[in-house]
């Protein structure tokens, strides 16, 4: 579950898929998708977890104060996620929209009588009108993590990125206020990133090949999208029994 479209200056931002369809089984791949507890393949459920196939409630009614929109949803617990993985928790997520910035809140309750440990990520799809063009900055000097390369570990050296081939990889220890992808939207859009307590970055794009071996992905898609996905998914975070922790992201059109 996520925004499927961020309306900033009366433009979408962000990207979903022509063949996406939500059913409660498979992913949407389009919007910004939350995985949660488990990033990646997982061996007791789904690829990046449950929360982003499950449906959510709402929390609370939208609410507008000072030129913003705020509303919240929220996830709980129920059978079949204690089966996949057997702790309570409920997870809130909070979306607030103002007229250039779109702030996003997930908090993770445990309500359980034991800690957990998970990763998060918030999968961010961004439109653009060619990925030849996009830009990303702010990840020079940091380490990642090849998944193309088989999970082989570089330290980024340009002070610009560009994606021109599939990609997948895990950026460590990022700066909480340097992340900036351009060249988005309409192809003279910035956005900057701007994080509290995910600290990891995954930029994704698959690229021809492997977009046409994907069943929800029209063959030419993948030239107009890049995932900058921000986490905390190289370490687990701890929920405390009875404690909660909670994950922002800001995104702001500059
Ligand atoms: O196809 P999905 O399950 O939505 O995952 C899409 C992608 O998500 C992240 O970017 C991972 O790093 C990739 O390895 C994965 O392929």
């Known amino acids: 579950m996520g925004p499927q479209s961020y309306p900033g200056k009366s433009k979408t931002r962000t990207f979903s898929f022509k063949k996406s369809v939500f059913d409660n089984k498979k992913a949407i791949r389009g919007g910004i998708p939350l995985v949660f507890p488990c990033f990646g393949p997982w061996e007791n459920g789904p690829q990046h ?44 997520y909070t979306v607030d929209l103002g007229e250039n910035d779109l702030k996003l809140t997930l908090t993770i309750n445990n309500t359980d009588s034991k800690p957990f440990d998970f990763t998060t990520l918030m999968h961010t799809y961004f439109r653009c009108k060619n990925i030849d063009d996009v830009r990303i900055q702010g990840l020079e000097g940091l380490q990642f993590t090849d998944k193309v390369a088989g999970g082989t570990e ?41 994080l509290s307590n995910l600290t990891d970055v995954v930029v994704w794009n698959p690229w021809q090949e492997k977009a046409k071996a994907m069943s929800d992905f029209d063959d030419e898609e993948y030239k107009t999208m890049i995932c900058v996905e921000a986490g905390c998914v190289s370490r687990t975070a701890t929920a405390p029994a009875g404690g909660s922790v909670s994950f922002t992201q800001t995104l702001r059109l500059c």
């Open 49 to 92: 977890g449950f929360a982003r196939i499950k449906r959510w409630k709402k929390e609370s009614e939208a609410e507008r104060v000072n030129g913003r929109i705020s509303i919240s949803f929220s996830l709980e617990d129920d059978d079949e996620t204690r089966k996949m993985w057997n702790y309570r928790f409920k997870l809130v």
């Open 154 to 194: 570089a330290k980024e050296e340009r002070t610009t990125v560009l994606v021109d081939q599939n990609y997948d990889r895990v950026y460590m220890n990022c700066d909480p206020g340097k992340i900036k992808v351009d060249c988005v939207g309409n192809g003279k859009t910035s956005v900057a990133l701007s």
